[in-house]
């Protein structure tokens, strides 16, 4: 089945040791996301990608960066996790919106960053 | 700035109840409103996108209403089973590619 794929569903770290996690999508979008989520939090947008156009909501800390090598791979790299760092998050996907503005948003599974 | 709110937190009811769960949004321009499903450690489904121009949309025993001009919208789901437990969440759509999401509706369904 099409679908958004995370790894791995679970991650510990240390203290500002650099991880990386890893989105792959069989959808064909253009567009890909990345949101944190804390427990019990809304989820936040970090970043978007329009094919290899990158777009960082203004508030995402520099700590956070993404790469997107072709359409099917996206991949979030946090530099120096810290404890606040912990959280759940999620890649989506999205068709072009400006021609397809009632699309949704599919939702990989999570991957649970677990900061020691 | 944009800032969703859903109300109550948490709900709990008897299995085969109706009930309404709300999303109240600060800024009426939108482009579109959804819900979503999330379950315990799990992603996000889509139940339902409402476009800005409608008032309305259906899915077996989901409806989603939204009033723009008054800044919300409402889940209705009705004969509720123990299967729709999950936490809901609506997100607005504010710009393009960009979504704000409330902090969910906690909901159990007793058998």
């Known amino acids: 089945d099409a679908m958004v794929i995370q790894n791995p569903r679970y991650q510990v770290t240390q203290f500002g040791k650099p991880v990386t996690l890893s989105c792959s999508q069989t959808?064909?979008?253009?567009?890909m996301y990345w949101y944190q989520q804390k427990s019990s939090q809304a989820p936040k947008l970090l970043f978007h990608y329009y094919d290899k156009d990158f777009n960082n909501e203004a508030d995402t800390p520099d700590n956070f960066q993404s790469r997107r090598p072709n359409t099917s791979f996206c991949f979030l790299d946090i530099r120096s996790p810290g404890l606040g760092d912990a959280a759940m998050y999620l890649c989506?996907?999205?068709?072009?919106?400006?021609?397809?503005?009632?699309?949704?948003?599919?939702f990989g599974p999570g991957t649970r960053l677990t900061v020691l | 700035k944009q800032e969703v709110t859903q109300i109550p937190a948490a709900l709990s009811v008897p299995e085969g109840e109706n009930l309404v769960l709300n999303c109240s949004f600060t800024?009426?321009?939108?482009?579109?409103l959804q819900w979503f499903r999330q379950d315990p450690g799990k992603g996000l489904t889509s139940l339902l996108l409402?476009?800005?121009?409608?008032r309305e949309q259906t899915s077996g025993r989901l409806n989603a209403s939204l009033d723009k001009s008054s800044g919300r919208s409402t889940l209705y789901i009705a004969a509720s089973q123990p299967g729709d437990s999950a936490t809901y969440l609506c997100?607005?759509?504010?710009?393009?590619?960009?979504?704000?999401f409330g902090t969910g509706t906690r909901l159990k369904v007793l058998a």
């Open positions: 997100a607005v759509s504010s710009g393009t590619y960009k979504y704000i």
């Open positions: 409402i476009q800005s121009s409608q």
């Open positions: 800024d009426s321009a939108i482009y579109n």
């Open positions: 959808l064909n979008h253009n567009v």
């Open positions: 989506a996907t999205s068709r072009d919106q400006t021609s397809l503005p009632t699309d949704t948003q599919y």
